[in-house]
């Protein structure tokens, strides 16, 4: 259906609305945050699919067989933008200086973290949206192990998130196209092929949650910023 073949990028562009009202109000420091978040989202977003296309979905795209995905970059880069400064904006925030920053801890999470995607799904054959989905939520646990001021505020952006995505999810795939992920979701038919709200795939949800409670707090858990306990 050629609508379909527009809804991955209609996806991007309500959530780059979205990404731009939080762009226009926030003060200049989170807006740093906010631009910095954003393109290694967008970076991100273009590196995951080479694992999410293969056993998770294969939406219908904008340019075809292309290499890089005009879509990936502006979903990584709006999304995690408003995942990692949703709790700021909402709460107003600002992260004064906490500690020193956890750099290096920083680094060996991210190997950690790429090490695990590789040896369970490329391995191991997990499904990766489950292999990245408890990735980012093991790694959430552990910074904020670490950093036990940050717990609140990894659990807020991620229920804040699914706030966001939720009624975007709902219009396009309630009322757009209603029978999109049974046509593009490689787990439909499946153990794992669980929809709830109409049309929204339950590890939609999951994924959307983890990354999240993880995006919301990697600024400050690097930089030594406060959060609230």
Not at 74 to 89: E, M, N, P, Q
Not at 119 to 135: A, D, E, Q, R, T
Not at 164 to 193: E, R
């Amino acid at each position: 259906m050629v609508v379909d073949k527009y809804i991955y990028l209609l996806l991007s562009i309500l959530l780059l609305l979205i990404w731009s009202v939080f762009f226009l109000f926030l003060k200049k420091e989170v807006r740093r945050i906010l631009i910095k978040a954003s393109v290694v989202g967008g970076l991100a977003g273009l590196i995951a699919e080479f694992w999410y296309f293969k056993d998770y979905w294969r939406p219908p795209l904008l340019f075809g067989d292309a290499k890089i995905f005009l879509e990936d970059f502006l979903f990584g880069f709006a999304f995690t933008g408003i995942a990692a400064t949703i709790y700021k904006v909402l709460f107003k925030k600002e992260g004064s200086k906490h500690e020193k920053g956890h750099r290096i801890i920083f680094f060996v999470f991210f190997v950690i973290g790429i090490l695990s995607l590789l040896l369970f799904n490329n391995l191991l054959k997990i499904n990766s949206i489950f292999v990245s989905s408890f990735v980012f939520l093991i790694l959430s646990f552990m910074m904020v192990f670490i950093r036990k001021d940050l717990v609140m505020q990894s659990i807020m952006s991620g229920i804040l998130s699914l706030s966001v995505i939720i009624p975007i999810y709902i219009l396009l795939f309630n009322f757009i196209s209603p029978g999109y992920w049974d046509k593009y979701w490689l787990l439909a038919n499946t153990a794992f092929g669980i929809k709830i709200i109409g049309n929204i795939p339950v590890t939609e949800l999951l994924w959307y949650f983890s990354w999240s409670c993880l995006a919301g707090i990697a600024y400050d858990f690097y930089h030594g910023n406060k959060g609230e306990a």
